[in-house]
Nanobody, 121 residues
Framework: QDQLVESGGGSVQAGTSLALSCTAS?????RAWFRQVPGKERERVAE????????SYDDSVKGRFIISQDKAKTTLSLQMNSLKPEDTAMYYC?????????????????WGQGSQVTVSS
């Protein structure tokens, strides 16, 4: 079982930056960040494939957020720049075991505990 422990998050002003980190206990085929606001479904923000390093972003964060992993492939990061109030959500790191597993919540194998990000205007 992959234990995912998140850190970071907090409350910031719009236009500023914030970073999230997620430490994993073992290798995963892919990793991702999702976010969720009350009353809405959890949505994928960005994902990365561990071996190739290939990344993919939701259109709403493309050009502002950067997903990355360390060389050991056990620490996942999300650098969030030019934050907007609509980025306010609970952010979750995720891990998957096969192609496509990090694109949809129903296919994710493991979840972090969640980190609140609040962006005020």
């Amino acid at each position: 079982q992959d234990q995912l422990v998140e850190s970071g998050g907090g409350s910031v002003q719009a236009g500023t930056s914030l970073a999230l980190s997620c430490t994993a206990s073992k290798y995963a085929y892919c990793r991702a960040w999702f976010r969720q606001v009350p009353g809405k479904e959890r949505e994928r923000v960005a994902e990365i494939y561990s071996d190739s390093g290939a990344t993919s972003y939701d259109d709403s964060v493309k050009g502002r957020f950067i997903i990355s992993q360390d060389k050991a492939k056990t620490t996942l990061s999300l650098q969030m720049n030019s934050l907007k109030p609509e980025d306010t959500a609970m952010y979750y790191c995720a891990a998957g075991d096969f192609l496509g597993a990090c694109s949809e919540p129903s296919k994710v194998a493991y979840w972090g505990q969640g980190s609140q990000v609040t962006v005020s205007s």
